[in-house]
């Protein structure tokens, strides 16, 4: 498996999402049973944008083990990637569907690590990705929240009971 540094752009466009989408609760970031976890919003995005860059760096570090900071793979250079600030886009497509895949991007890209699974990173993504399934189309309507023998088998003519 490959791994790369991302562009600033696409851990800016993770957290416009999160700051966006956040429904009434707020998408946090922090471990799941963390007392510190934090609400993310534009106060605090440059902050949290640092360390899902550190989080990425860390994983391509750990990937090209005879590579420095100088020399890994990406659209950037690593020095830059330290240097985030978060960076809002009027124009940012934060359709669900486009930032479930910015979020499956960003996971394959930083997991290359051992501490990944318990990271604050790793946490953030699960909580986005919540948020975004909670955002698609008709997600709201439909009914299968708890399905029945009647949404599971049809009679005969095949039609549902």
């Not at 976890?37 to 994983?59: C, F, K, V, Y």
């Not at 886009?89 to 990944?116: F, M, R, T």
């Not at 953030?124 to 990705?129: A, G, I, P, S, W």
Request: proline share 6%; charged share 25%.
């Amino acid at each position: 498996m490959s791994a790369y540094v991302v562009d600033p752009a696409h851990v800016s466009y993770l957290l416009q999402a999160a700051i966006t989408r956040n429904r009434p609760y707020g998408i946090y970031y922090g471990a799941w049973d963390s007392q510190d976890r934090e609400r993310i919003d534009e106060h605090n995005a440059s902050r949290i944008g640092s360390d899902l860059m550190r989080e990425n760096i860390a994983s391509v570090m750990s990937r090209y083990l005879n590579s420095g900071h100088d020399d890994l793979p990406g659209p950037i250079t690593t020095p830059a990637a330290i240097d985030y600030t978060y960076r809002h886009s009027p124009y940012a497509n934060l359709d669900p569907v486009n930032v479930l895949k910015a979020i499956s991007g960003y996971e394959y890209q930083s997991c290359e690590h051992p501490e990944w699974e318990t990271s604050n990173a790793k946490a953030f993504c699960d909580r986005l990705r919540l948020a975004m399934i909670d955002n698609l189309a008709g997600y709201d309507e439909s009914p299968y929240w708890s399905v029945t023998d009647d949404m599971m088998y049809p009679t005969r003519d095949g039609s549902l009971r």
